[in-house]
């Protein structure tokens, strides 16, 4: 199970960190990522990391502004958001892997998921 927390409102220029914790074992052998779903839209990949958390990926619209990072040891994923934008607004997901542990951009590659968090970015 993941469970996803940390999302809330923000004014634009702020910053939010997004928590996911996963139960299980062997969660240390697994790719995680982060997507999104902002309303009327899609599920958009928004950041992905490996199973050690030396190799990472971000969507273009994210990059430089958004960070993934890991604690195996508390078997925790977080999303560091910096200079948020009101078209940051969405439901965050957290993710993992059904097999492997490299990262993906795929939806399709990820097999859990957990509840969502919403943020909201206020202009």
């Known amino acids: 199970q993941l469970q996803a927390s940390g999302g809330g409102l923000v004014q634009a220029g702020g910053s939010l960190r997004l928590s996911c914790a996963a139960s299980?074992?062997?969660?240390?052998?697994?790719?995680m990522g982060w997507f999104r779903q902002a309303p009327g839209k899609e599920r958009e990949f928004i950041a992905t990391?490996?199973?050690?958390?030396?190799?990472?990926y971000y969507a273009d619209s994210v990059k430089g502004r958004f960070t993934i990072s890991r604690d195996n040891r508390q078997n925790m994923v977080y999303l560091q958001m910096n200079s948020l934008k009101p078209e940051d607004t969405a439901v965050y997901y957290c993710?993992?892997?059904?097999?492997?542990?490299?990262?993906?951009?795929?939806?399709?590659?990820?097999?859990?998921w957990g509840q969502g968090t919403l943020v909201t970015v206020s202009s």
């Open positions: 993710a993992r892997r059904g097999s492997g542990g490299a990262y993906s951009i795929s939806h399709y590659e990820y097999n859990y």
């Open positions: 299980g074992r062997a969660f240390s052998t697994y790719g």
């Open positions: 990391i490996n199973w050690s958390g030396q190799s990472t």
